[in-house]
């Protein structure tokens, strides 16, 4: 759950459909690189009817599954994005390990990629005018922890030539390994302009290859299939049993668990089913995580929107240490959780949101003169930007805004959100706004 000042309102949401995000992506420019790297040449383009959706899609599964287009021929997209566990990391490590030999650890906790399909393009001001206030919300949208891309093929871009990931020297060793793949044949057949092969082009052919990741990921029976108890329960075709209903209601209180604000809940004005994110950006003062191999170093802080991964907001202090509120959607399924892994149960998340300001010992690391280091993993001048609002700030007489049997009664609701408690629906809810 995240909070952050004046963010309560509903989001609006842009559908992108498949059709229509590979006509805009044929015109923007695809960044390769764990920083954004360098652009690739405009392209591709459609010739005549192919390639189709559903060849991109096919060709776009088989590529997220396979293994030898990484340096170290063993790790592929779903290694770190696993489908049996919501397009999530299969374990419970805070990072993955990748590279060229698979011992080199990333810095940041893999988010899932399932119910990323709305996500508006990142805005530092995003000017909320659904109810007709035009609140500004603040930094919103965008893809990955920092929100410095903003389409699935920009993202698809970073693992594959992150040194400490699938760790591609560049678009030409890629493309290399697309040649010798089990459907060279189908991807030349699918993408070569006429007369040509695509796979002599290797910007184009990383390009075409990003692109046919992008609408794989817009499947809807894979990436938002809304088939959780929630979902049911919307449909008219379940109840909540009376533990879940309380946490529902403990979930939505803005004066208990206030968890909402960030996690919207409720059904769209558009009879959109929620998607449990309203994509903002917020910093929560997350501990610092000693299992991370960059964190040995004190001179070391990852401060989310303004670096070190991204780099054009790096001068902006308020947004320092600010990451993106993921979507709850199969959140029982994590075994580790925030950008950081730093915890790895729900119960310690719910914990840690209703007694961190009140014994920041149990969360944070002491000082040399044993002093409590709150808010440890920021420099000291950035420390006032963290939120304090509900549910971090205490109730009157220093009472956490939830008691240990209402955190279990939140958790029980959020396994409601676990997809796969019935069929695919024959018509998808609704995703605009």
């Not at 959706?53 to 997220?64: D, P, Q, S, Y």
């Not at 790790?75 to 696993?82: L, N, R």
């Not at 329960?233 to 533990?243: D, G």
């Not at 790895?344 to 000082?367: G, I, M, N, Q, T």
Request: charged fraction near 25%.
């Amino acid at each position: 759950m995240t909070t952050v000042p004046e963010r309560g309102r509903a989001r609006r949401w842009r559908r992108r459909a498949s059709t229509l995000a590979l006509a805009a992506a044929c015109g923007i420019a695809a960044r390769a690189g764990s920083d954004g790297g360098t652009p690739l040449p405009i392209g591709p383009r459609a010739y005549g009817d192919r390639p189709t959706v559903e060849t991109m899609a096919g060709l776009g599964a088989r590529i997220f599954m396979d293994a030898s287009l990484s340096a170290s021929g063993r790790q592929s997209c779903a290694s770190c994005h696993d489908p049996a566990h919501a397009f999530a990391p299969p374990n419970a490590l805070p990072v993955q390990l990748g590279g060229v030999d698979l011992r080199h650890p990333g810095v940041r906790n893999a988010p899932s990629l399932m119910y990323l399909q709305t996500t508006i393009p990142f805005t530092e001001h995003y000017i909320d005018d659904e109810d007709g206030h035009g609140d500004d919300a603040g930094p919103t949208g965008g893809l990955t922890w920092d929100g410095r891309v903003d389409s699935p093929h920009e993202q698809a871009l970073i693992p594959l030539f992150a040194p400490h990931e699938m760790a591609n020297r560049d678009a030409r060793a890629l493309a290399a390994r697309v040649r010798k793949a089990a459907y060279a044949d189908e991807f030349r057949a699918a993408f070569s302009a006429p007369g040509r092969n695509v796979l002599d082009d290797p910007e184009q052919t990383v390009r075409w290859l990003a692109m046919a990741l992008e609408i794989y990921q817009q499947t809807p029976a894979v990436f938002y299939p809304f088939t959780s108890k929630f979902d049911a329960v919307l449909r008219h075709q379940a109840s909540y049993t009376p533990q879940e209903a309380r946490g529902l209601a403990l979930f939505d209180d803005p004066n208990r668990g206030n968890c909402a604000t960030c996690h919207p809940s409720a059904i769209r004005s558009d009879g959109g089913f929620p998607l449990f994110t309203d994509a903002g950006h917020v910093d929560i003062g997350v501990p610092r995580n000693p299992a991370i191999a960059a964190n040995r170093d004190p001179r070391y802080h990852d401060l989310g929107l303004c670096g070190p991964l991204r780099t054009d907001l790096a001068h902006d202090d308020e947004l320092c240490g600010a990451f993106k509120a993921p979507s709850l959607r199969n959140v029982a399924l994590r075994g580790s959780y925030f950008h950081n892994g730093a915890m790895h149960s729900l119960k310690d998340v719910l914990e840690f949101y209703v007694d961190r300001d009140l014994h920041p010992e149990r969360w944070y690391a002491r000082r040399a003169d044993g002093a409590v280091q709150r808010y440890d993993d920021l420099p000291e001048r950035l420390r006032g930007h963290v939120n304090r609002e509900v549910p971090f700030e205490p109730l009157p007489g220093d009472q956490p805004r939830l008691t240990a049997a209402e955190i279990d009664d939140v958790i029980a609701f959020l396994h409601t959100l676990t997809d796969g408690y019935g069929p695919v629906p024959a018509v998808q809810p609704t995703t605009s706004r």
